[in-house]
């Protein structure tokens, strides 16, 4: 036998991570008395405990306090009570503060690495040498952030009081991502642990003891969906920042509507592991392993669809079985083991369930030959082929072991197969031909996308999702705003708007040749579906004219329309910035019309509306000028790759603008939507429409492609809510009464489109702080694409 042959008979021996310290801290803690509110610890006022269980062996762990309502409401009350003085203190007070806690957490890092995978399952070398450092990073990334908060992020302050409800895939980095920025933007926190998983959560309550964080700043809470329930219904709480399944982020996003609270939800996924002919074949077998038996394959953005080109396909599947062959399952203290257990028998019991009903819908189901311990929620690696783009392998989020298979033969149909779920949270493109890789990328609908790699995060790169994967972003630049609000101009709360009846009824017509406006669809002039119309008043009760009362069919080929106009997104920003200067210029040249319509509508002196017109005029300069100018950013992590956060449009954008400055608050809202790249399906002023209809000939002189933007007059209220049900609408920009914002709000859920409301408040739109980044980053989503460089 030669040397190469005697390696590779080489069995590794049995390398176990030691416990005992560990054990002893287990050992030490009264669990009864496990929820740290206030800076103290204290049992839950009910006395409940719940117990946790080791997942290698199914042993007990520790019985830990069940917080309640009363339990939330004292955390809240704690977080509420230290948040003035700590959101005053400078910047360089909270930095300091989360430095420490971050030094304080390198310290114990053994430590925190064995009870994570004691507690969770996950082998020793990812809780080492992935979760642990990476939660140490992000409080000493943002303690940067934190003395940078006031130059870096002007016309800002803290959101308040945040709840955060953690899942137990990652319970010590998902904390990590929440608190760290909360507490460098000045907020104050109540955490929820997810109940499988709390030890981890518990030990950082110690460190923030020991390093002296103030009394209240950090407050987490133990249970299960009874105080997850609680903290997202608390009156006391600012901003809720969820991560889980993307049925609880619905839920929340309902119960939370109309509540005033900010919210940040990143989701399931089924993210895309695509390798092209012309990929190092053995490199994307490594990457996929990393891609979806990492933590067992419990990761949000797991590589759980294996996208492969036809020409590879049979190469490649066979070097996944003989890899998958090789995979160690066993304890998640050994350090040579690739698969731990799942993290609890109700994981696995699903797992199960989902492999076998997979297997019913025609794929073929394979496991490699190696034996599991013989207590403890394993799963073995599981391979599915034959996968149809409808299976439920294909379509649901396992969280687990198990990876989809499915062909393509062009680029084209990779992206189409990519795209094909209702998730969007992170894809991996494997390819050899960089151009090819980077023309793949923008077009996956995902919030991350890894060129040749896989799962790499870092606190200075944005994370999150597009579509039911959630909105908002942790980490990096964007994840400072989510803990973060703009100080806007909102004014007088807006009265709910009187109902409207079709014409005649509405009054007394004047007399002259009929001008009735008509809808503006898809570039052209059209009647409403229901031939209705609705006469539109001057101040003093004079018809001046009519408006088409457009209805949900009005809105379908609205949003129709839109879709169509992808050559408005395709556009570059230069080509953008030309068109909108030009629809300035447009309206600037009918200034004087406009000035007279504005006054006889609204019954504002002429000085006034002119004014507003030149505001107008001014504001799609503004935009028009950004069109090619708010552009993302390139990040430096400390790997051999660099992030490009690019900006791109969030698809199409529904708008609702209010009946004060009927103009002026039009172009504040579909402006930055069209510079950004956005087509948009407008809803102006109820009361004043016809501002709004004067436009039609200034857009199509002003070259908008046919559908980039879309005007439908009508109810407001009733309008907003139609948009809101429509799952082809990707966003929403309102300002109304208070319960149509409630409304749109929970309508949204069908497929969590990102909404922003004004919360039943007017704005003061000629403010200089109602134009800006502020409503430039709503109209953008952020996507992260890492790209390794080096050999």
């Given at each position: 036998?030669?040397?190469?042959?005697?390696?590779?008979?080489?069995?590794?021996?049995?390398?176990?991570?030691?416990?005992?310290?560990?054990?002893?801290?287990?050992?030490?803690?009264?669990?009864?008395?496990?929820?740290?509110?206030?800076?103290?610890?204290?049992?839950?006022?009910?006395?409940?405990?719940?117990e946790?269980?080791?997942?290698?062996?199914t042993?007990?762990?520790?019985?830990?306090?069940?917080?309640?309502?009363a339990?939330?409401?004292?955390?809240?009350?704690?977080?509420?009570?230290?948040?003035?003085?700590?959101?005053?203190q400078?910047?360089y007070?909270?930095?300091?503060?989360?430095y420490?806690?971050?030094?304080?957490?390198?310290r114990?890092?053994?430590?925190?690495?064995?009870?994570?995978?004691?507690?969770?399952?996950?082998?020793?070398?990812?809780?080492?040498?992935?979760?642990?450092?990476?939660?140490?990073?992000?409080?000493?990334?943002?303690?940067?952030?934190?003395q940078?908060?006031?130059?870096?992020?002007?016309?800002?302050?803290?959101?308040?009081?945040?709840?955060?409800?953690?899942?137990?895939?990652?319970?010590?980095?998902?904390?990590?991502?929440?608190i760290?920025?909360?507490?460098a933007?000045?907020?104050?926190?109540?955490?929820?642990?997810?109940?499988?998983?709390p030890?981890?959560?518990?030990?950082?309550?110690?460190?923030?003891?020991?390093?002296?964080?103030?009394?209240?700043?950090?407050?987490?809470?133990?249970?299960?969906?009874?105080a997850?329930?609680?903290?997202?219904?608390?009156?006391?709480?600012?901003?809720?920042?969820?991560?889980?399944?993307?049925e609880?982020?619905?839920?929340?996003?309902?119960?939370?509507?109309?509540?005033?609270?900010?919210?940040?939800?990143?989701?399931?996924?089924?993210?895309?592991?695509?390798?092209?002919?012309?990929?190092?074949?053995?490199?994307?077998?490594?990457?996929?392993?990393?891609?979806?038996?990492?933590n067992?394959?419990?990761?949000?953005?797991?590589?759980s669809?294996?996208?492969?080109q036809?020409?590879?396909?049979?190469?490649?599947?066979a070097?996944v079985?003989?890899?998958?062959?090789?995979?160690?399952?066993?304890?998640p203290?050994?350090k040579?083991?690739?698969?731990?257990?799942?993290?609890?028998?109700?994981?696995?019991?699903?797992?199960?369930?989902?492999?076998?009903?997979?297997?019913?819908?025609?794929?073929?189901?394979?496991?490699?030959?190696?034996?599991?311990?013989?207590?403890?929620?394993?799963?073995?690696?599981?391979?599915?082929?034959?996968?149809?783009?409808?299976?439920?392998?294909?379509?649901e989020?396992?969280f687990?072991?198990?990876?989809?298979?499915m062909?393509?033969?062009?680029?084209?149909?990779?992206?189409?197969?990519?795209?094909n779920?209702?998730?969007?949270?992170?894809?991996?493109?494997?390819?050899?031909?960089?151009?090819?890789?980077?023309?793949?990328?923008?077009?996956?609908?995902?919030?991350?996308?890894?060129?040749?790699?896989?799962?790499?995060?870092?606190?200075?790169?944005?994370?999150?999702?597009?579509?039911?994967?959630?909105?908002?972003?942790?980490?990096?630049?964007?994840?400072?705003?989510?803990?973060?609000?703009?100080?806007?101009?909102?004014?007088?709360?807006?009265?709910?708007?009187?109902?409207?009846?079709?014409?005649?009824?509405?009054?007394?017509?004047?007399?002259?040749?009929?001008?009735?406006?008509k809808?503006?669809?898809?570039?052209?002039?059209?009647?409403?579906?229901?031939?209705?119309?609705?006469?539109?008043?001057?101040?003093?009760?004079?018809?001046?004219?009519?408006?088409?009362?457009?209805?949900?069919k009005?809105?379908?080929?609205?949003?129709?329309?839109?879709r169509?106009?992808?050559?408005?997104?395709?556009?570059?920003?230069?080509n953008?910035?030309?068109?909108?200067?030009?629809?300035?210029?447009?309206?600037?040249?009918?200034?004087?019309?406009?000035?007279?319509?504005?006054?006889?509508?609204?019954?504002?002196?002429?000085?006034?509306?002119?004014?507003?017109?030149?505001?107008?005029?001014?504001?799609?300069?503004?935009?028009?000028?950004?069109?090619?100018?708010?552009?993302?950013?390139?990040?430096?992590?400390?790997?051999?790759?660099?992030?490009?956060?690019?900006?791109?449009?969030?698809?199409?954008?529904?708008?609702?603008?209010?009946?004060?400055?009927?103009?002026?608050?039009?172009?504040?809202?579909?402006?930055?939507?069209?510079?950004?790249?956005?087509?948009?399906?407008?809803?102006?002023?109820?009361?004043?429409?016809?501002?709004?209809?004067?436009?039609?000939?200034?857009?199509?002189?002003?070259?908008?492609?046919?559908?980039?933007?879309?005007?439908?007059?009508?109810?407001?209220?009733?309008?907003?809510?139609?948009?809101?049900?429509?799952?082809?609408?990707?966003?929403?920009?309102?300002?109304?009464?208070?319960?149509t914002?409630?409304?749109?709000?929970?309508e949204?859920?069908?497929?969590?489109?990102?909404?922003?409301?004004?919360?039943?408040?007017?704005?003061?739109?000629?403010?200089?702080?109602?134009?800006?980044?502020?409503?430039?980053?709503?109209?953008?989503?952020?996507?992260?694409?890492?790209?390794?460089?080096?050999?």
């Amino acid at each position: 036998m030669n040397i190469l042959e005697k390696f590779n008979a080489m069995n590794y021996g049995p390398a176990p991570e030691a416990r005992s310290e560990a054990d002893a801290w287990l050992a030490g803690r009264d669990f009864s008395k496990a929820l740290y509110i206030g800076g103290e610890w204290k049992a839950a006022a009910s006395g409940k405990t719940f117990e946790v269980h080791e997942p290698s062996s199914t042993k007990l762990l520790a019985k830990v306090s069940d917080a309640g309502a009363a339990d939330i409401d004292a955390a809240v009350a704690a977080a509420a009570k230290a948040l003035p003085k700590w959101s005053a203190q400078s910047g360089y007070s909270r930095a300091k503060i989360l430095y420490a806690i971050g030094r304080a957490m390198q310290r114990h890092q053994r430590l925190f690495a064995v009870l994570e995978s004691i507690d969770n399952g996950k082998p020793i070398r990812e809780s080492r040498d992935i979760d642990v450092p990476l939660a140490i990073r992000h409080f000493i990334h943002h303690a940067g952030w934190a003395q940078a908060l006031d130059k870096e992020f002007p016309d800002h302050k803290p959101v308040g009081v945040v709840g955060q409800v953690i899942p137990w895939n990652f319970p010590l980095l998902m904390l990590a991502w929440k608190i760290a920025p909360a507490l460098a933007a000045g907020c104050t926190v109540v955490l929820k642990p997810a109940e499988f998983t709390p030890l981890t959560a518990i030990l950082f309550a110690q460190i923030c003891d020991s390093v002296g964080a103030p009394k209240g700043v950090v407050n987490i809470v133990h249970g299960g969906p009874e105080a997850g329930a609680a903290i997202v219904d608390h009156p006391g709480v600012q901003k809720i920042a969820f991560t889980g399944s993307s049925e609880v982020g619905k839920i929340i996003r309902k119960a939370t509507a109309g509540s005033g609270k900010k919210l940040s939800l990143e989701l399931g996924g089924k993210s895309a592991f695509i390798v092209f002919e012309d990929a190092d074949l053995d490199s994307a077998v490594e990457g996929m392993v990393d891609g979806i038996w990492f933590n067992q394959g419990q990761v949000c953005c797991a590589g759980s669809r294996l996208l492969v080109q036809e020409g590879i396909a049979d190469a490649l599947i066979a070097k996944v079985k003989a890899r998958m062959a090789k995979l160690v399952v066993g304890s998640p203290l050994d350090k040579n083991t690739d698969i731990g257990p799942l993290v609890d028998k109700v994981q696995l019991e699903r797992v199960r369930g989902l492999v076998e009903a997979g297997a019913r819908d025609g794929a073929e189901c394979w496991q490699p030959d190696c034996p599991l311990p013989d207590t403890g929620w394993y799963h073995l690696p599981t391979l599915a082929t034959r996968v149809s783009p409808a299976n439920i392998l294909a379509q649901e989020e396992v969280f687990g072991p198990v990876l989809a298979t499915m062909t393509f033969r062009t680029n084209e149909e990779a992206v189409e197969l990519a795209n094909n779920t209702r998730y969007g949270l992170a894809a991996s493109v494997w390819s050899e031909n960089l151009n090819v890789a980077l023309h793949v990328a923008p077009q996956l609908k995902a919030g991350v996308v890894w060129i040749n790699g896989t799962n790499m995060f870092d606190a200075a790169c944005g994370f999150g999702g597009y579509r039911e994967s959630g909105f908002g972003r942790e980490g990096g630049r964007e994840g400072m705003f989510e803990y973060l609000v703009a100080l806007l101009p909102y004014g007088a709360a807006i009265k709910p708007a009187a109902d409207i009846a079709p014409s005649p009824e509405a009054g007394e017509a004047s007399p002259g040749i009929d001008r009735t406006a008509k809808l503006f669809i898809g570039g052209k002039q059209v009647r409403p579906d229901g031939n209705y119309s609705i006469a539109v008043q001057d101040r003093k009760g004079k018809v001046l004219g009519e408006v088409g009362l457009g209805s949900r069919k009005d809105i379908r080929d609205a949003v129709s329309a839109a879709r169509g106009a992808k050559a408005w997104a395709e556009a570059t920003g230069f080509n953008r910035s030309q068109v909108l200067y030009y629809f300035a210029e447009n309206l600037s040249a009918r200034a004087d019309e406009f000035a007279m319509r504005l006054s006889a509508l609204t019954g504002v002196s002429p000085k006034a509306a002119r004014e507003e017109v030149e505001q107008s005029v001014e504001r799609l300069f503004y935009y028009a000028g950004m069109a090619d100018k708010f552009e993302g950013r390139v990040h430096q992590p400390p790997a051999r790759a660099v992030t490009l956060a690019l900006h791109e449009p969030v698809g199409i954008i529904g708008v609702v603008a209010q009946d004060e400055q009927p103009l002026l608050g039009f172009i504040s809202l579909v402006a930055p939507a069209l510079a950004m790249g956005n087509a948009v399906v407008a809803v102006p002023s109820q009361k004043h429409p016809l501002i709004a209809t004067d436009l039609y000939q200034v857009i199509e002189y002003s070259d908008l492609p046919a559908g980039a933007i879309n005007i439908v007059t009508g109810r407001s209220t009733e309008l907003a809510g139609v948009l809101a049900k429509h799952d082809d609408v990707d966003g929403l920009l309102i300002v109304a009464d208070a319960d149509t914002c409630r409304k749109a709000e929970a309508e949204s859920i069908g497929n969590l489109k990102r909404v922003w409301t004004s919360g039943g408040k007017a704005l003061d739109w000629s403010s200089d702080l109602a134009a800006g980044e502020a409503f430039l980053r709503r109209a953008v989503e952020v996507k992260n694409v890492w790209v390794p460089y080096g050999d």
